[in-house]
């Protein structure tokens, strides 16, 4: 296969990776999953690792440099926070869709 082909390869997939774009209609757009981020207070020691590693921004920071959920529907459970904490202290967790799940917990 020469370069030409290779090109007009990439060219068709790019093309019809294009075409398979979010549908205009909302009801038919696939659901988002949400996720929970949950802070043990006792265990955080206020590093700020968990802030510095979230690419969304999820999590800020108070005045005292404790960790504070800022956005959290932003969160998209890449768990670097979660991995990186010296402490174990935050876990991401994906929220039940419906309300009666959430009271069974």
């Given at each position: 296969?020469?370069?030409?082909?290779?090109?007009?390869?990439?060219?068709?997939?790019?093309?019809?990776?294009?075409?398979?774009?979010?549908?205009?209609?909302?009801a038919q757009a696939p659901?988002?999953?949400?996720?929970?981020?949950?802070?043990?207070?006792?265990?955080?020691?206020?590093?700020?690792?968990?802030?510095?590693?979230?690419?969304?921004?999820?999590?800020?920071?108070?005045?005292?440099?404790?960790?504070?959920?800022?956005?959290?529907?932003?969160?998209?459970?890449?768990?670097?926070?979660?991995?990186?904490?010296?402490?174990?202290?935050?876990?991401?967790?994906?929220?039940?869709?419906?309300?009666?799940?959430?009271?069974?917990?």
């Amino acid at each position: 296969m020469n370069k030409r082909d290779k090109k007009t390869k990439q060219k068709e997939a790019h093309k019809k990776s294009m075409d398979l774009a979010a549908p205009e209609d909302p009801a038919q757009a696939p659901l988002r999953k949400a996720y929970e981020q949950v802070i043990f207070r006792d265990w955080c020691k206020a590093c700020g690792i968990c802030s510095a590693f979230c690419p969304k921004k999820v999590i800020g920071r108070d005045e005292a440099g404790a960790p504070v959920i800022e956005r959290p529907e932003e969160c998209i459970a890449c768990r670097f926070c979660e991995i990186h904490c010296p402490d174990f202290a935050i876990t991401i967790r994906e929220r039940s869709e419906s309300p009666k799940e959430e009271e069974d917990l």
